[in-house]
């Protein structure tokens, strides 16, 4: 205990390891809701990966939650391809969100083809993002789409019923959508971070 | 003037060859049926004894098994015509001569380079379309096409080296007309030197004035004389299987082939292809049609294959294939698509527009479309499909117009599908919420009376085409929390129709 020795020497021979978190990637992809955003450890979605959204039912804010991306990215004059949605996407109503209708495609495909069509457009590495509503899905599908999103370097978002969630799943970030008694996102699963342990309420202001 | 001449010694081989794979002895034969003699031997014939001018029968008795095939006089022409089209890519100035093509590339040689670099494209398009090939350049054609029958790769680039370069060349080889080229070895001029240093006048009164023109047209002292090679408006090619296929995948080799010759076609041509038709032929004349339907006009090899396999995997086969014919009449011209310059996406991307081939080719034709709002308030009626695509120069605006993507899509291009205009840029938006799904139809909304939120939204309209409606459109709330758009009879509030869900 004699000598004494200067803390910077230490720091400056690296032989101390100051423990620290990684950093963050903040923000990429931020989903235009700030309390989400905040909950999520990649400050929004995780860039070229896939993001499962479970749904109790259709209609309950599923696509709010993702245009003011979608309306981010096709002012950026990137494209936007919805897969097999199950109704016909509003013009006007996606319009009152930003988007601009004309960077938005829409393929109508089978059953059996969605996951290949999203597969397609994922690695094409010409969309932005990609939304699919994959009815038949197993494990083998979602990790095709994962490393699919992470090829092309787009957003994948899967829109699947909440009676999957049980099952493990690739996908990069899972939220559940709560529609009643309160309108709130749960994240079930988040790579990189943490889940946090309170759902995230969101607004559903009607425009 | 600058002339290239490219002589095709085994085109009849060629493009037998093309069609089937090159192995074991093979030889085409032509003549008499009871004189039959060998027109043209591959390799291995060759190395087996076999030569050009023998007998068949003799053939037959110093070789057991090879494959003798008729010489096809109209095939040969097609390919002649097919690889005039290719050269069309470098020169306006295109002409035929026997087995061979000459093309003007003076005026090429400032948008391909040099000719050394012009010779090697040429060389590369020739070897992959798999015709072996002679090149050589001269200031006029027919010393080109001279040259090119004794030797490959020379080059006589100014005129005042031409008449150096010809000295040599064997009177035998000169390809002048045929009664000086059989007297005047006899005479004792072997080479064209010597037959260009006579006396004009004593040529002219032993051979006539022919011989002199062709040596005027030889050095460039008269015009050529040539017609000029027009390519097709029409790309028809056929391609004859070797024995009948009955499964889809046999079929791949021969489709690359054809697609890869159209491409080579179009691009002699500049220009793209946006339909075209397969036509699968079998037995007694049937045909089983394939159809292929592009948005916008393509060229590229990869992609017009890739298509083309896309259509013809969904086809069932009714019968066995003896031959495939690819026909070609709609060739509008190409525009490459722009790409920006800070583009973000990766560099390896696939364009948007081979995407959506891609996807049409498994999906259908109807597959991938983009929505744009129409101004009929009628939420049925207020959005259709649009013929918009981002770089626009997509799909043609009128080419997709109708209102529900299940209804049958009229066919692109025909002038018939004229619906209404859409307008360009997307309309002032109503300050009414409206909602992001939208159901094809309205349907009653069942279970428990719905919460309203906002509303109603009297929309009474469509009274001038008898579609008209009358209805108050509410924001409502159903049990399970869903938020949606509904309507009922004006003034009650029961009896819910669901047209859409905010989503």
New interface residues.
Partial sequence: MGAVVALSTLLDAQQVWRGRAAPIPVGEQPTGWAELDAALPAGGWPAASLSEILL?????????LV?PTLARLTQ????VVIVA?????????????GV???????????DN?VA??ME??L??????AVLAWPRQADDRTLRRLQVAADH??ALAFAFRDRKHLPHASPAALRLEL????R?QVWVRKCRGGSVPAQPVPLG?A?? | MLWACIVLPHLALDGVLRRRPDAGPLVLVDGPVNARSIVSANREAREAGLHVGQRLSAAQALLTRFDALPYDREAVDRWHRFLAAVAYRYSSEVSLLPHAIVLEVSRSMGLFGPWPRLEAMLRADLAALGFRHRITAAPTPHAAYVLAGVSDGQAVLTPDTLRRALQGVPIGKSRLPAAATEALPGMGIRTLGQLLGLPRDGLRRRFGVELLAALDRLTGELPAGLDAYRPPDVFDLRIELMHEVENIASLVFPLRRITGDLAAYLAGRDGGVQRFVLRLEHRDGKVTEVPVGLLTPEREPGMLFELARGRLDQVQLPEPVLAMRLIARDLPPFVPGGR?LFD???A?????E???E??RA??GD????????TTDPR?ER??AV?G???CGSGFSRDAFAFTN?KSPIPNPGSKASRLKPLPQQ?LP??DE????????RPIPLRGTAPRI??GPERLETGWWDGGEVCRDYY?VET??????WAFCAPGEQAGWMLQ????
């Fill in positions: 109790p039912a259709d209609g309950v804010g599923e696509l709010r245009l950026g004059a990137r494209t949605p199950p109704y016909l996407p509003c013009v006007a109503g996606w319009q009152q969100q601009d209708m004309r960077r938005v495609d829409i393929v109508t495909a089978g083809d290949w069509a397609q457009c690695r094409s590495g010409s969309c932005a092309g370097q709560e529609a009643a008694p309108a559903r009607l425009h | 920006d973000e996406r990766p390896n991307a696939l364009p948007i081979q995407l959506r891609r996807l498994r999906l109807r597959a991938v479309h983009q929505l744009d709002s939420p207020a959005q649009a918009q695509s981002p993507p997307p938006q109503s919420p409206r909602p992001t799904w939208l159901l094809d939120l906002s924001v049990s399970l929390g869903q938020h949606a859409g869900w905010f989503a």
